[in-house]
């Protein structure tokens, strides 16, 4: 008696939807779509489709009738457990859009980075082991990984479709990550369609006219590298600005994974893979696609992010020979980049401190930092990178600085950069193990933008 509808919900058209009736439907509905080939189940936006169909079929074949209202979150159920991502299915677009990022700690924990937020907040949702792990399997599956002891730190993705933007995915092993046995995972979300510059300055990045003024410079062919710490919106900014890029342009995009999403019409997206597990078949390096493209006749490069220097090194030179282009870098301000770029050149490519901030000068136009400043994402500067080098360092003028941007104090890092760099013209084999140790030590402390 207590599932019957009261008089306001008969008066609605509503139901009580009582909770053996509800997975009794969901139950009917998984049995219903046991025949899915892998392709659709891998595939969110078709699996949906096929879910509401069962759903449909699952309450004729048990003689209910269910309110269209209840049809959406009993397709969510089918779905969640049809594809495999469970709790996940809850937290993504297009069920929740107010996540940047869902974080999983080696105790089981989860947590979330609202938009526009800074830290995460802890989520009421207490997954088991079993549970989690069927979750990582239906994520790592589709792109053919899997996550062990042997192979303990894996990334994936989760594509584009079904209302959301797709994600990057991070898993780290309880081996390396010792808790209650809970692997260690970081989905970061992207959005669900291009950042348009109204967005951006509706989230308050910048000012109209440094927009206008970016949007223009793309479009004059200006090589710009934009520059930031983790998660300051780097590749948001990056997308929205290549508005600027002509529709007529063939645009070659290179990332790893695949992340940026440029509406034009002519666009080849180049994606890096790693080596399979149990292959001989050598994976293909983000260099290796900046290599190949430059055999697609581009107009315009865009590389997603420069990890090392050998893609460095590449992309300059290609920078260099008519090819304008876009990139990004982590750094927390622009001296820091011109610094860390060098010594990723130098340790990864073999290339001297001179030739190094050399190739920086004649292959950059632009340095855009983007950074936390007044509790928000913002383009905290932009400066112009001279020709020619003034004291043997590159040069950099001032284009615009947000109100209230100081660049950091960092004496000792750059002091210590700088030292091994200088060191490289005299002994190249101790400042190579120099700097592997310093960029090893670099990888703890980005994200940490001092304002």
């Not at 990056?238 to 440029?262: M, Q």
């Not at 002994?427 to 193990?433: D, I, S, V």
Request: aromatic letters at 4%.
């Amino acid at each position: 008696m207590f599932n019957q509808p009261n008089a306001w919900q008969q008066m609605m058209g509503e139901q009580v939807l009582a909770e053996t009736d509800r997975l009794a439907m969901i139950n009917a509905a998984v049995q219903q779509l046991d025949h899915l080939p892998l392709d659709i189940i891998r595939n969110r936006t078709r699996l949906r489709e096929e879910a509401v169909r069962a759903v449909h079929a699952a309450t004729a074949s048990l003689g209910r009738a269910v309110s269209e209202a209840h049809v959406p979150g009993l397709v969510d159920q089918v779905v969640a457990k049809v594809g495999g991502l469970s709790f996940f299915h809850e937290l993504l677009p297009p069920i929740r859009n107010d996540l940047t990022e869902i974080l999983m700690n080696a105790d089981g924990s989860l947590w979330g980075i609202h938009k526009g937020e800074r830290d995460a907040v802890l989520l009421d949702y207490h997954p088991d082991e079993q549970e989690t792990w069927r979750a990582v399997e239906a994520l790592l599956s589709p792109i053919g990984r899997a996550i062990s002891k042997a192979t303990p730190l894996v990334n994936a993705k989760i594509p584009r479709g079904d209302g959301m933007g797709g994600a990057r995915v991070h898993i780290v092993h309880p081996r390396l990550a010792p808790g209650k046995g809970y692997p260690v995972i970081n989905i970061r979300i992207f959005e669900p369609k291009p950042v348009s510059l109204e967005q951006l300055l509706e989230w308050g990045a910048a000012p109209q006219h440094v927009l206008d003024a970016l949007v223009s410079w793309v479009a004059n062919e200006y090589r710009i590298l934009i520059s930031g710490a983790t998660a300051t919106g780097k590749t948001t900014v990056l997308s929205a600005i290549s508005n600027g890029i002509p529709r007529e342009a063939r645009v070659i995009k290179i990332e790893d994974p695949e992340e940026i999403w440029i509406d034009h019409p002519h666009v080849v997206s180049l994606e890096a893979r790693p080596q399979q597990i149990g292959s001989d078949t050598p994976g293909v390096t983000v260099r290796d696609l900046v290599d190949s493209s430059l055999r697609m006749s581009p107009r315009w490069l865009i590389v997603g992010e420069v990890r090392t220097g050998d893609v460095a090194n590449t992309l300059f030179r290609a920078q260099m020979s008519d090819h304008p282009g876009l990139s990004t870098f982590h750094a927390t301000d622009p001296r820091h980049a011109v610094h860390r770029m060098a010594l990723i050149l130098f340790a990864d490519a073999g290339i001297r401190m001179a030739a190094a901030k050399e190739a920086f000068a004649q292959a950059i136009d632009l340095i855009v930092q983007i950074g936390w400043l007044g509790g928000r994402r913002q383009i905290v500067g932009v400066w112009a990178v001279q020709r020619d080098l003034k004291g043997g360092d590159v040069a950099l003028e001032d284009v615009y600085l947000a109100p209230g941007y100081r660049m950091s104090n960092d004496a000792d890092r750059m002091t210590a950069i700088g030292g091994i760099l200088e060191a490289a013209e005299t002994n190249p084999g101790q400042a190579m193990r120099q700097a592997q140790t310093c960029l090893a030590a670099e990888a703890g402390t980005e994200g940490k933008l001092r304002l």
